[in-house]
T-cell receptor, first 113, second 114 residues
Framework: DGGITQSPKYLFRKEGQNVTLSCEQN?????MYWYRQDPGQGLRLIYY???????QKGDIAEGYSVSREKKESFPLTVTSAQKNPTAFYLCASSPGQRRSGTTFGSGTRLTVV | GDSVTQMEGPVTLSEEAFLTINCTYTATGYPSLFWYVQYPGEGLQLLLKATKADDKGSNKGFEATYRKETTSFHLEKGSVQVSDSAVYFC?????????????FGKGTHLIIQP
């Protein structure tokens, strides 16, 4: 079955370290997204990519970086510049036409210790 | 810009009660509207959608009607079950231009008691 795989499900990081969250999709979707979810704040867009080798900042891109070298992969790096990185991170993808439903991965919970 | 407002939770109901979760939106043009559901520790799953005014989306006993005149997309279910306990998100994608994904409400935590 097609879907989005995020790994790992739980991740612990020491302060000052960079960490990379994996996101892979086999849906042949053109667009991919990263969201951050915090209690009581819903989902906020970090970065998105509509095509390979191109990506755009979302609402809260500071302290994060991404790459899109392959259509099926969109890894997110949480850098040491991110002031409050503990959160639940969700990767998503959608076909070229945005009116179609967006598909989400199962998420990665990042905790800074 | 676009925005989605949904009722704050938690909403606590008894099993077999009638459910309404309100959602209103602000957008230019004619957005597509969605309801997503999130079970504990998981990602979001598309529950239903509507792409034009007066469309009714439905799935698993849930329904929502796209009301352009009131800019609303309220989620309803006639008889809820304990297994419906989850967080529900209303979302939209703008009608034209741009491609920055969905705009979400803050989510409504639904708790169904047996």
């Amino acid at each position: 079955d097609g879907g989005i795989t995020q790994s790992p499900k739980y991740l612990f990081r020491k302060e000052g370290q960079n960490v990379t969250l994996s996101c892979e999709q086999n849906l042949n979707h053109d667009a991919m997204y990263w969201y951050r979810q915090d209690p009581g704040q819903g989902l906020r867009l970090i970065y998105y990519s509509q095509i390979v080798n191109d990506f755009q900042k979302g609402d809260i891109a500071e302290g994060y970086s991404v790459s899109r070298e392959k259509k099926e992969s969109f890894p997110l790096t949480v850098t040491s510049a991110q002031k409050n990185p503990t959160a639940f991170y969700l990767c998503a993808s959608s076909p070229g036409q945005r009116r179609s439903g967006t598909t989400f991965g199962s998420g990665t919970r990042l905790t800074v210790v | 810009g676009d925005s989605v407002t949904q009722m704050e939770g938690p909403v606590t109901l008894s099993e077999e009660a009638f459910l309404t979760i309100n959602c209103t939106y602000t957008a230019t043009g004619y957005p597509s509207l969605f309801w997503y559901v999130q079970y504990p520790g998981e990602g979001l799953q598309l529950l239903l959608k509507a792409t034009k005014a007066d469309d009714k989306g439905s799935n698993k006993g849930f329904e929502a009607t796209y009301r352009k005149e009131t800019t609303s997309f309220h989620l309803e279910k006639g008889s809820v079950q304990v297994s419906d306990s989850a967080v529900y998100f209303c979302a939209l994608t703008e009608a034209g231009g741009g491609a920055d994904g969905l705009t979400f409400g803050k989510g409504t935590h639904l708790i169904i008691q047996p």
